[in-house]
Nanobody
Framework: QVQLVESGGGLVQPGGSLRLSCAAS??????MGWYRQAPGKQRELVAH???????NYADSVKGRFTISRDNAKNTVYLQMNSLEPEDTAVYYC?????????WGQGTQVTVSS
């Protein structure tokens, strides 16, 4: 059973930065990523990264967010810079492995002055 433990959310002012972390149990040969869900909206992909380091980003975060991973620690990170109020959401860590999908419990990110 894969478990995902997230950390790093919080309240930040517009233009600020936050770093999210997600530690996973199990194999490092997986695709890991971050999704987010704002109130009243569907969950959407923010970014994902393969075990070999290939990355993909939503257009809305390109140039501001950076996803990375440490395979030795089975941990994925999301560095979020130049945060905007529109980035306010619950952020969920996601892991896909051998046809299965796993989710973290979510961490709140609030961008507000």
């Amino acid at each position: 059973q894969v478990q995902l433990v997230e950390s790093g959310g919080g309240l930040v002012q517009p233009g600020g930065s936050l770093r999210l972390s997600c530690a996973a149990s199990g194999s490092s040969f997986s695709i890991m990523g971050w999704y987010r869900q704002a109130p009243g909206k569907q969950r959407e992909l923010v970014a994902h990264i393969t075990s070999s380091g290939f990355t993909n980003y939503a257009d809305s975060v390109k140039g501001r967010f950076t996803i990375s991973r440490d395979n030795a620690k089975n941990t994925v990170y999301l560095q979020m810079n130049s945060l905007e109020p529109e980035d306010t959401a619950v952020y969920y860590c996601n892991l896909r492995l051998l046809g299965f999908e796993y989710w973290g419990q979510g961490t709140q990110v609030t961008v507000s002055s």
